[in-house]
């Protein structure tokens, strides 16, 4: 190797860690401000109130920007998406969707302003049930008919209230 085979070497090693500490960074940062947003929202006895009240959803209304910003930091630049959303004042707003990791969530979070069903063992995760707490997610324990039954009563009522008021989200 010559020196400037050693120099471009050690430029590209360079450019690719400071790339990846800057995501970091930016990750830390995104999830520091989300993780400090959900805490305050999910305070308070009305932490459960339904439909949210105006302070919650103020605290919670960057979330879906940080959201997307934490996909396109994690290289979904754009994601494609058929159809059009659209309020339709006859229809219940519910998406069905088969998901595979949390970024399906998350981008359905950023894209839709709604919140979720999960299993009952993701409200233990550190910052993540946090987050999901903070957006009012149905937790659902699977291995039980009845949180299944309730969990879908849930649903059905969140959906017909979104129907009939705006106030009210999925």
């Not at 800057?22 to 009305?46: K, P």
């Not at 894209?111 to 009952?120: E, L, M, P, R, V």
Request: with cysteine.
């Amino acid at each position: 190797y010559g020196i400037q085979d050693i120099e471009i070497h050690y430029w590209s090693v360079s450019v690719v860690t400071d790339t990846c500490c800057v995501n970091v960074g930016v990750v830390f940062f995104i999830v520091l401000i989300g993780t400090v947003g959900s805490l305050c929202a999910a305070q308070g006895a009305d932490a459960h109130a339904y439909p949210m009240p105006v302070w919650r959803r103020f605290l919670l209304w960057p979330l879906h920007i940080l959201a997307r910003a934490l996909l396109f930091v994690w290289g979904f630049y754009w994601i494609p998406s058929k159809g059009k959303a659209e309020r339709n004042t006859m229809i219940a707003p519910v998406i069905i969707a088969n998901h595979v990791t949390f970024f399906d969530g998350l981008y359905l979070f950023a894209a839709y302003n709604g919140s979720g069903t999960s299993k009952i063992e993701n409200n233990k995760i550190p910052v993540i049930g946090l987050l999901m707490r903070a957006v009012q997610t149905v937790f659902v324990d699977r291995s039980s008919s009845q949180s299944r039954k309730d969990g879908f009563r849930t649903i059905v009522a969140r959906a017909n209230n979104a129907y009939l008021d705006d106030r009210f989200k999925p």
